[in-house]
């Protein structure tokens, strides 16, 4: 079993920076990749970062590159997502996942995710 908490998440203004945490309950936690994803009011899930089991392999993207970083930290079993000059359209529930993480940047890839966590930016 996988249980994935978040954390992190708060109102914040445009131009700002958040750090979200997730902490996983997992037996072998650097065995999975991890990802960051979220999902807008009204808006489909959509992937923005993950990273492989070892930390070798990244992706974002394309709309959070070169503000967002994702990191991950194994013997604490926790992965981060680091997101600075944030920006009104980066308002949505982030989730943190688990899984194969053949293509870092494809739901299909992830098995498990937490309940979210609520990124509000205010312009």
């Known amino acids: 079993q996988v249980r994935l908490e978040e954390s992190g998440g708060g109102v914040v203004q445009a131009g700002g920076s958040l750090r979200l945490s997730c902490a996983a309950s997992v037996g072998s936690f650097n065995s999975y990749a991890m990802g960051w994803f979220r999902q807008g009011p009204g808006k489909e899930r959509e992937a923005v970062a993950g990273?492989?089991?070892?930390?070798?392999?990244?992706r974002y993207a394309d709309s959070v590159k070169g503000r967002f970083t994702i990191s991950r930290d194994n013997a604490k079993k926790t992965v981060y997502l680091q997101m600075n000059n944030l920006k009104p359209e980066d308002t949505a529930v982030y989730y943190c996942?688990?899984?194969?993480?053949?293509?870092?940047?494809?739901?299909?890839?992830?098995?498990?995710w937490g309940q979210g966590t609520q990124v509000t930016v205010s312009s």
């Open positions: 990273v492989s089991w070892s930390g070798g392999t990244i």
């Open positions: 996942s688990a899984g194969a993480g053949l293509r870092l940047l494809s739901q299909s890839g992830y098995d498990y």
